[in-house]
Antibody, heavy 121, light 112 residues
């Protein structure tokens, strides 16, 4: 059974950097895409991007391109979402999730528990 | 402003049938890209409810069903139960946004 475990909540100041993680259990990590989804307080879901751990093929939403970096470390079955300079507007709950495909028929079939990121001075 | 438009809220009494719409355009649902639905219970991560327009993952009750026509899709829930009270999101692919996946704004279902 696919199980995704995300890193714990983070509290940061504007301008600081951050890298959150998502570790996969119970499946072949390199065979499934992992994506990231943002949920701002009281709001809906936003697709940020997706990566294929097998070859690190990465696709970003235009809204998040250049704002975040998605990466993986295959050796420890872990995907990452990172910021180089956080803004208060990055305050949100971030989910990782797996997908069979990163293309036009893709959907997320297993989700992590979410990581709350709070950015405040 | 979401690319896919959902009603902010719907409600129904236990046992009733409700439907949630997801309206897109010619670059997403209208281009016959698959529509998928997620259920997010309060305080929990989203869960896949329907994939590929009409398919239910193992374990999802057959009270939940999906359909699609033209530039819109719908999620129907029959025999409404108290535990169905949640937020529901549609998701598809949009060819005009550099090949992005897109979500609807979400619909809050209240069981009266």
């Amino acid at each position: 059974e696919v199980h995704l475990v995300q890193s714990g909540a983070a509290v940061k100041k504007p301008g600081e950097s951050l890298k959150i993680s998502c570790k996969g259990f119970g499946y072949r990590f390199t065979s499934y895409w992992i994506g990231w989804v943002r949920q701002m307080p009281g709001k809906g879901l936003e697709w940020m991007g997706i990566i294929y751990p097998g070859d690190s093929d990465t696709r970003y939403s235009p809204s998040f391109q250049g704002q975040v970096t998605i990466s993986v470390d295959k050796s420890i079955s872990t995907a990452y979402l990172q910021w180089s300079s956080l803004k208060a507007s990055d305050t949100a709950l971030y989910y990782c999730a797996t997908a069979d495909s990163g293309g036009n028929s893709g959907y997320f079939d297993s989700w992590g528990q979410g990581t709350l990121v709070t950015v405040s001075s | 402003q979401s690319v896919l438009t959902q009603p902010p809220s719907v409600s129904g009494a236990p046992g009733q049938r409700v439907s949630i719409s997801c309206t897109g355009s010619s670059s997403n649902i209208g281009a016959d890209y698959d529509v998928h639905w997620y259920q997010q219970l309060p305080g929990t991560a989203p869960k896949l409810l329907i994939f590929g327009d009409t398919n239910r993952p193992s374990g999802v009750p057959d009270r939940f069903s999906g359909s699609k026509s033209g530039t819109s899709a719908s999620l129907a829930i029959t025999g409404l139960q108290a535990e169905d009270e949640a937020d529901y999101f549609c998701q598809s692919y949009d060819s005009s946004l550099s090949g992005s996946w897109v979500f609807g704004g979400g619909t809050r279902l209240t069981v009266l």
